[in-house]
């Protein structure tokens, strides 16, 4: 137990926090697929949700055409106040390409179209994943209970620590080290923020109705931090928090493969560096690359430390060799795809929900 502050203000928990918080004024967007139909981690998610009882729940799915009817009545069972939204359906892309808004799908395009309906609905906006095996129902009021005072934007933090082993890879080997190379490299504020933040990849976040106006998401991964961009611009230091969710369990990836941590790391570099260009920092990739291996391999040293402290198993061979697996993303980003900001596109979030509701109801017939 610690109460050290960061840049950013930094909301512990030391062992009971259950803050009084606005969630009858806020909308939680849970972003799920086909996969975590009726798993039990969205499970439990809902039937946390239920007794949070926030004033609109949106889900953003992804799903073929098969599975969303199924889906649609599981998700009406819980005693949640609950939008679908069906966004890679026929409709929804239709409506994105009318407005010159189509292009690559995945989690952060998803999310970004729920945080516009969200947005409208409700004065806050809660975001989470929902395969934490640890969620509880005090994850939305922590979350929201800076928003109820001075802060605009707060971003969950907690320790990847499931059977006697330390997970989070792409964050403690690729993002950390990273944005610690970078703060050696450069004076700049930005880079100062980015490393405020204890869990820079953290999918649990919130911020006001007009913040998530202001989020320009990444179309896949990096959405997390990219969205870190967008809060600084608007938000900065003093309207920015992190609160502790304490220990998390989620899905674990392969870090090879489709969708693997391998490929995941070049999505998030691609958001970091962007949103670096949007903050005038200078990035000079080769010494940047050599920097990020060395901070890299000197948090190995410091990971085993601690794990042997804790009797942990540690391989540092095998997370070297992830290092290694992950430098190629430090490279100047290819393209830009991010999509804009909602106060800047001539599409309603209403046009995107009926046309959700037609697509549902179309499988449905």
């Not at 697929?33 to 926030?54: I, M, Q």
């Not at 979350?143 to 990847?160: D, I, T």
């Not at 489709?258 to 560096?273: I, K």
């Not at 990020?292 to 942990?312: E, K, P």
Request: glycine share 6%; aromatic share 10%; proline share 4%.
């Amino acid at each position: 137990m610690e109460y050290v502050q960061e840049r950013v203000t930094t909301l512990h928990d030391y062992g009971d926090a259950d803050p009084v918080a606005p969630t009858e004024r806020a909308a939680v967007v849970v972003p799920m697929t086909e996969r975590e139909y009726a798993g039990l981690a969205p499970e439990h998610t809902l039937s946390a949700l239920e007794s949070v009882d926030p004033g609109k729940v949106v889900v953003p799915l992804s799903a073929s055409p098969e599975h969303v009817g199924d889906f649609a009545d599981w998700l009406g069972s819980f005693d949640v106040d609950a939008d679908l939204l069906w966004c890679n359906s026929e409709e929804v892309d239709a409506v994105l390409a009318d407005h010159e808004l189509g292009g690559a799908a995945g989690k952060g395009r998803d999310v970004w179209l729920a945080l516009g309906h969200a947005a409208d609905v409700a004065d806050f906006v809660v975001c989470h994943d929902a395969d934490a095996k640890t969620y509880t129902d005090r994850h939305v009021p922590k979350l929201l209970a800076p928003l109820a005072g001075e802060y605009a934007f707060s971003k969950g933090y907690y320790a990847r620590v499931e059977n006697d082993q330390l997970y989070g890879r792409l964050f403690r080997l690729f993002v950390r080290p990273l944005i610690r190379a970078l703060d050696d490299a450069t004076d700049h504020a930005f880079v100062d923020y980015l490393d405020a933040f204890r869990y820079a990849l953290a999918g649990e976040f919130a911020m006001t109705a007009d913040l998530a106006r202001e989020i320009r998401a990444q179309r896949q991964f990096g959405l997390e931090v990219g969205t870190l961009a967008d809060a600084y611009a608007h938000a900065g230091f003093e309207r920015s928090a992190q609160v502790d969710l304490g220990r998390h369990e989620h899905d674990h990836r392969a870090v090879s493969g489709p969708t693997g941590l391998s490929d995941m790391s070049e999505q998030v570099g691609r958001a970091l560096f962007n949103a670096l260009a949007d903050h005038d920092v200078p990035v000079a990739y080769d010494a940047l690359r050599d920097a990020y291996r060395d901070t890299a391999s000197a948090l190995v040293d410091q990971y085993a430390a601690d794990a042997a402290f804790n009797d942990f198993a540690y391989d540092a061979h095998d997370e070297r060799d992830q290092i290694e697996a992950y430098a190629p993303a430090v490279q100047a980003p290819d393209r830009d795809d991010r999509l804009p900001a909602w106060h800047e596109v001539s599409l309603h979030a209403e046009t995107v929900l009926d046309a959700s509701h037609r697509a549902i109801e179309r499988v449905r017939d």
